[in-house]
């Protein structure tokens, strides 16, 4: 089930119990949803990438990266998974708090909740502000509290709609460390802040901050930086750009590097990557740039890694031994070929990727609710 149909159905359960004149089956559709927040590699294989809606934590770790896919790919793929993840489990709380009757505020704010789950209790408010935006907040307090003073802020956005629901431009924040704080046991960690822009037809642009962040500290390396991605929903074509601390298999140890890769996939052709890895078993004052190219079924086509000197070219570097496979002309199609071309920078870069539909909005630089 997708969380646009579990959002109607949830709010089809709601009483309208609103005063001051708030819509609130608008009020409920102008919740975010996960088809609209995730990022997506592979429009085809969304429950690779973890934006299948399956509500469970992050099943792929590094220990499964064991090179039966493109390794340039996979290693993109477990940062976007862990991401989504991540919008899984403040969005679930949403999905399910919707289908209890709202309690009327003052203020014109709608409150759903409180409603205990396995790690916390939830509670969250929706209110309507100017023009047609809707802000919204969702706090917990630990399991069996009753004091009012105990709820944190976990997960505030806001949106102004588009016509569609769930749909315009808007915020989501997330703090997995004030969920941490009222739920010991859970496994996440740091700060996610993101926006986006949805445009006709069903295409998204996204761009999200990330501070310390990660769902499970035990299967995935914590990251601070950017990540941006779109999709063009008349072709399926996506682009991200994400960043990640994971061994590269060409580097003498199994010590971690820092990689910030750009991926592109078109539906039925395949998929090529272009990453910039440093640190790690990578010697100072240098760097790694490689390419790769897969097909539809996500087979490997072709792959290379080379080795760079700070404020060198690409066309001087050196490649690196045992990386290759095949040619670049191996590549399925003419926008999967061509040179190496490497991300720029260190991975804090919130600018769209080339061919998005519109950028989103200013990211927001903290977890904080409008209201």
């Known amino acids: ?109 709608l409150v759903y909740g409180p409603q205990d789950r396995a790690n916390a209790t939830f509670k969250l408010a929706v209110r309507k502000g100017v023009g047609q935006r809707f802000q919204w907040k969702l706090e917990a307090r630990p399991l069996g509290s009753t004091d009012d003073t105990a709820y944190k802020l976990v997960a505030a956005g806001a949106l102004k709609r588009n016509g569609e629901a769930h749909r315009g431009r808007g915020t989501l924040v997330i703090s997995l460390d004030n969920l941490k704080a009222v739920s010991p046991s859970f496994a996440g960690q740091g700060k996610l802040m993101m926006s986006f822009a949805h445009f006709g037809q069903g295409s998204k642009s996204l761009a999200y901050r990330l501070a310390n962040f990660t769902p499970n500290t035990a299967q995935h390396e914590a990251v601070t930086g950017a990540f941006v991605g ?82 060198g070219r690409v066309e001087s570097c050196t490649e690196v031994a045992g990386s290759r496979v095949g040619t670049v002309q191996d590549c399925r199609g003419p926008e999967l070929r061509g040179d190496v071309t490497p991300p720029e920078g260190t991975g804090d870069d919130l600018s769209p990727e080339p061919g998005n539909p519109g950028a989103p909005d200013d990211v927001p630089a903290d977890v904080s609710s409008e209201f």
């Open 1 to 109: 089930m997708r969380w646009n149909k579990t959002l109607a159905v949830g709010a089809a359960l709601v009483l309208s119990t609103a005063c001051g004149g708030v819509d609130d089956q608008e009020a409920l559709e102008s919740l975010p949803d996960f088809e609209g927040t995730s990022l997506e590699l592979n429009a085809d294989a969304l429950e690779q990438d973890g934006a299948a809606l399956i509500a469970q934590d992050l099943r792929e770790t590094e220990a499964a990266l064991d090179g039966e896919g493109a390794a340039m790919l996979e290693g993109a793929r477990m940062e976007v998974k862990a991401l989504n993840d991540a919008l899984r489990q403040a969005l679930v709380p949403l999905a399910d708090l919707v289908k209890k009757t709202a309690d009327a505020q003052p203020g014109d704010v």
């Open 230 to 311: 779109h999709k063009l929903q008349a072709t399926g074509v996506t682009r991200v750009r994400v960043l990640g601390a994971y061994n590269l298999g060409s580097t003498a140890t199994s010590a971690k590097e820092k990689v910030l890769t750009s991926v592109r996939h078109i539906p039925g052709l395949g998929g090529r990557a272009d990453l910039r890895a440093w640190g790690g078993d990578i010697a100072a004052n240098t760097y790694y740039v490689g390419s790769a190219c897969w097909d539809a079924q996500e087979k490997e086509q072709f792959r290379v890694l080379l080795q760079c000197t700070d404020g």
